[in-house]
């Protein structure tokens, strides 16, 4: 196990309203993610996995329950706007679907998290240039999204998600929508930069080959955890 936690859920439950019935979509989540970890998040469709992964980011609040994040000891006590600086700062996000903005250059992408918070606008840039590089694309600084390959728009996600220096990065099925030569070379780049950065990395992932190459998978069934187990070596 590395390090000490950085991420812990309490008690989490999730419910909707769907008319007058109430769904529960997770009762009662209880686990911790340690610094420097990859953790895989599997479980059938609609079991709640995304929803969690929200919560997780700060994009959704729980019905119940808390997060503590590194000596936050929830922060779910923070209003919506000190809640979006949080997230903005101390989480990155990956999706299944990249999400850039097409209109603007992949560097410019990038560098959008960092902007908002009104920074240094050439730190900025170097720092952009500097992650697409990481990310094998530095011959792609001025390319709009439809002009690079999904594998190419996945790394910009990535390196946008990195920006912030986030405490943690959360991926929601990030290969899901990539050809397996793209994947496999995602989730290489996924792995190098927990080596490199020691970046703590949670995934919600179909994918079992992915996930079992994370340190530990966490399976949830009928919005519980059903288990947790380290890798096997």
Wanted: net charge positive; proline share 3%.
């Amino acid at each position: 196990m590395k390090s000490k936690p950085i991420l812990i859920a309490k008690n989490i439950f999730k419910n909707y309203f769907m008319g007058k019935s109430i769904v529960e979509v997770l009762r009662g989540i209880n686990f911790e993610i340690y610094s420097g970890e990859i953790v895989a998040i599997m479980g059938p469709s609609g079991v709640g996995k995304s929803t969690l992964l929200h919560i997780l980011g700060a994009l959704d609040r729980p019905t119940q329950g808390k997060i503590e994040i590194s000596k936050i000891e929830d922060i779910f006590l923070f209003n919506d706007n000190e809640l979006a600086r949080f997230r903005n700062q101390a989480i990155g996000f990956v999706f299944q679907f990249h999400n850039l903005l097409p209109e603007f250059s992949a560097l410019e992408n990038v560098m959008m998290p960092a902007m908002i918070s009104n920074g240094d606008s050439k730190a900025i840039r170097a720092r952009a240039m500097k992650l697409l590089g990481e990310v094998d694309l530095a011959n792609r600084y001025f390319h709009r999204p439809g002009e690079l390959s999904g594998g190419e728009q996945q790394r910009v996600a990535v390196a946008r998600a990195l920006i912030n220096s986030p405490q943690i990065v959360l991926a929601d099925e990030p290969s899901g929508n990539l050809d397996r030569a793209s994947s496999l070379s995602l989730h290489r780049l996924i792995w190098d930069l927990n080596n490199k950065k020691n970046q703590t990395i949670i995934i919600v992932t179909h994918n079992m080959e992915l996930a079992q190459k994370a340190d530990r998978i966490i399976e949830l069934f009928d919005g519980k955890l059903k288990n947790s187990k380290l890798r096997e070596n």
